[in-house]
């Protein structure tokens, strides 16, 4: 779970990291009021989970509380690469003598905390990287012996700190890792993390991402979520325990297991369509858990076509199929379904699906007969319209839609049905 | 042969005394596994239809000479329930629980480097099968039969689909390995490959994995060096976005790290079969078994 810089401030401040001081706004009002109590000047600094604010507009210098106002004005719901601001961050400006880096990051590779450090802050720390590694001190440590002072001693020294502050850049670095250890992040990057003329050293910027599987044992948190920056469907999928990640395309996927669902969408490129999301529906077969994920997937109306493939090994395909129909009666769903059971019972599971006769379901044996089928149905659904959800419909492909819409469908279903050449059977 | 999990298995189920526990451990006995006790704290003198349970795995190991342990606690419970069947002397922990902190990962994994006596497979995880012997977790085994082909993979029902499909061509399989789909597994591909490559029984290896991480990458060296059998790969998530988690915190791409299609290069150049499908992976497969056939008659 990724935080706002102000959030990842103010897990610093907890744990002695020091940072300038600031407050939060969502309006002008008190993004002024903020202004006024810093002082001047100050920065009006967007708050979004993406970077580039600077060379967006995002972050300004107010001299004064015209200027506050009128940067609050201009960034407040700004658009940055697709992230609305919501808030804003107004921070006393710091005089600044060096700009440096540091970052932890938890290392998968190594199995171990990466803690790096270079005077080369202020800049793309990947080009530093590709054009300067040398210039980027780096250590590993074991997270049973934590942060110990030598390590910070020759971070500092290795990265050729200024010798005045090697003492209070090791202890930001102490610092920095306890953050990093108690609210157990997967990265923690300050850029720049900034020597003032008066040697003082701080957090200019603050990258946090936690672990989303800690977030049960810290509650504070858990409510950092920034609602704003979802997906209504992710959000909807969310509520109701569902993983699910939104992509572009028009065929809706559903399956039990991620490797599984990761594959299906692979399979379902492959045969020319484009996926228009994941959702892991796990070991359920239960009709309110497939209700809930169906709804999920259709309230996405690019979607006009869904594929779910289900393979039952401790579920049961008859006890899916049940759950499907029940589902179906519930949602009555107006885009054409191709449904894949196999696995424990899958002959029975077949055999109900076919007895119920739904409305545009289609039953497939094999993943790959599946995904073929789904492709074209999409295709055809999509150049023939779907009314909107929730209103019933003919049976069956190609009905007819406004032109508007049938327009940029078709460009869609062409798109989706030009198929490179791909799998041989 | 089959590695791991066997006749030899006695299993201690953590967790026993739940609702999932319960119903895997009697399915592991139902196939055969010798299922010898489970541990809940303060349920110590009970039994699950016979099977005895005790309060701290120190008790279950002293009573029943448990050398397995299953792992099926909740989340906030799992990283220690493994710490402490370690400390009792088992050397062998499946852990199965999903969503364990990565922190807590982090720690277990480092603290286990230093006993070489206790293997961790999982977490996040269906288990081990070896057909016809043994099944700690909840692969359904009745797809499977016994035969030469070893599989290893991050996923669970995607590991079924392949099994299925292999199963399908004919193959039997020495073992069903589940390295599980977290950030820090207890044992990689390395790990598990290297038993399969030491196992009489396994003529062929299949390896599935996923976005994230550097393992496929990491086994692509190993294969290379130190293996000898036929090894045919399949990954998942070529579709997968940038930066979005897919279903299992190990499973995301970090800028331009740990992508799909880096994975299948890397295998490839070090001359192991990538197939694009499942399907793909059984068809391969059945090419290189017939191979083997071959080389074998001569």
Redesign the interface.
């Known amino acids: 779970m990724d935080l706002l810089e102000y959030q990842g401030k103010q897990l610093f401040a907890r744990h002695g990291v020091p940072v300038p001081s600031g407050a939060p706004a969502s309006t002008v009002e008190q993004a002024v009021a903020a202004a006024d109590e810093i002082g001047y000047p100050c920065v009006i600094k967007a708050q979004v989970l993406i970077g580039g604010r600077g060379k967006a507009g995002g972050i300004k210098v107010a001299q004064d509380r015209t200027e506050a106002e009128e940067h609050a004005r201009a960034i407040l719901g700004m658009d940055i690469r697709g992230f609305t601001v919501h808030e804003v961050w107004v921070e006393a400006a710091s005089d600044i003598a060096s700009e440096y880096y540091a970052s932890i990051v ?1 290392d ?2 190594a ?3 990466l803690v790096m450090l270079s005077t080369q802050g202020g800049m793309d720390i ?1 080009e530093v990287a590709d054009n300067n590694p040398d210039a980027i001190a780096r250590l590993h440590v ?3 012996l934590g942060f110990q002072d030598f390590h910070a001693r020759r971070l500092a020294f290795e990265a050729g700190v200024d010798a005045d502050v090697v003492r209070p850049v090791g202890a930001l670095l102490n610092k920095l890792y306890d953050a990093f ?1 108690n609210e ?1 992040a ?1 990265l923690v990057e300050v850029n720049p993390m900034i020597v003032t003329s008066d040697r003082k050293v701080m957090a200019l910027d603050a990258k946090v991402t936690l ?4 977030l ?2 810290h509650p504070d948190n858990a409510e950092l979520r920034d609602a704003g920056g979802e997906d209504p469907q992710e959000q909807m999928a969310k509520e109701r325990g569902l ?1 699910y ?1 939104k ?1 572009d395309g028009n065929v809706g996927i559903l ?9 299906t ?6 045969a020319g369509g484009k ?1 228009a999301n ?1 959702l ?1 529906a796990g070991g359920g077969s239960k009709a309110e858990a497939i209700t809930q994920a169906v709804e999920v997937i259709l309230s996405d109306s690019k979607v006009s076509a869904v594929l779910f493939n289900i ?4 579920t049961r395909c008859d006890e899916v199929a049940k759950g499907l129909i029940e589902a179906f009666d519930q949602i009555k769903p107006t885009v054409p379904f191709v449904v894949r059971l ?3 019972n899958d002959e029975e599971g077949r055999r109900l699906l076919a007895e119920a006769d739904l409305p545009n379901v289609h039953a497939e044996a ?3 007969g599946a995904a073929k089928r789904v492709v074209e149905l999409a295709g055809e659904s999509a150049s023939g319209g779907g009314e909107p959800e929730g209103e019933t419909v003919p049976p069956g492909e190609g009905t007819e839609t406004e032109m508007g819409a049938a327009d940029t469908r078709a460009e869609a279903a062409s798109a989706a049905v030009t198929s490179p050449p791909g ?1 041989a ?1 | 042969m089959a590695i791991l999990v066997d006749e030899g298995t006695k299993l201690c189920v953590s967790g026993i005394t739940g609702r999932e526990g319960t119903f895997h451990a009697m ?1 592991n006995r139902r196939y055969g596994t010798q299922v010898v006790s489970g541990v809940t704290p303060g349920k110590g003198g009970q039994d699950v239809e016979g099977v005895p349970v005790f309060n701290t795995f120190h008790d279950a190991v002293a009573e029943t000479g448990a050398n397995t342990a299953m792992i099926f606690v909740p ?2 419970f799992a990283a220690d329930s493994i710490l402490e069947a370690e400390d009792a002397g088992i050397a062998l922990v499946i852990a199965i629980t999903e ?5 807590d990962e ?2 277990v ?3 286990l480097l230093g006993n070489p006596g206790c293997r961790l497979i999982g977490p996040n995880c269906p288990g081990i099968l070896s057909p016809g012997k043994a099944n700690v977790g ?3 085994a ?2 499977f039969k016994e035969g030469n082909v070893g599989v290893v ?9 392949i099994g ?1 499909e292999l199963a399908q061509s004919g193959f039997g399989n020495s073992s069903i390995v589940g390295i599980g ?1 977290d ?2 597994p207890g044992s990689s591909f390395i790990d598990i490959i290297e038993l399969f490559e030491a196992d009489d029984e396994t003529e062929l290896i299949v390896m ?1 994995g ?2 994230g ?2 393992a496929e990458e ?1 086994a692509a060296d190993f294969i290379e060096e130190h293996v000898s059998k036929p090894v045919v790969a ?1 990954i ?6 940038p930066g ?8 995301i791409v970090s ?1 331009t790290k740990g992508t ?1 299609a880096a994975k299948a290069e890397a295998l490839e150049a070090k001359g192991v079969r990538v197939g ?5 992976v059984a068809e391969i497969a059945a090419g290189l078994a017939g191979e083997l056939v071959r080389s074998a008659d001569r």
């Open positions: 938890f998968r590779a199995k171990k905390p990947e074991d997270p049973l250890a157990e997967m672990d989303a599987n800690s049960f044992r993983t990640v992509l399956g039990n297991g991620a490797g599984l669902v990761m594959s969408l692979d399979v379902v490129a492959q996926p994941f892991d393979f039952g090994g401790i196999d696995g424990t094999t993943m790959l799998e059977g | 399915n989340p906030r969503g364990i902190p990565a922190h982090l720690r994994y480092n603290h909840i692969i359904p009745s797809f993979s991050r996923s669970g029902t995607l590991t079924y689909q299925n789909g950030p820090v599935a996923e976005i991480g550097s990491e399949y998942a998530g070529f579709t997968a976005p979005k988690t897919m279903g299992h915190a190990g499973a800028g799909a694009r499908t499942p399907t793909e």
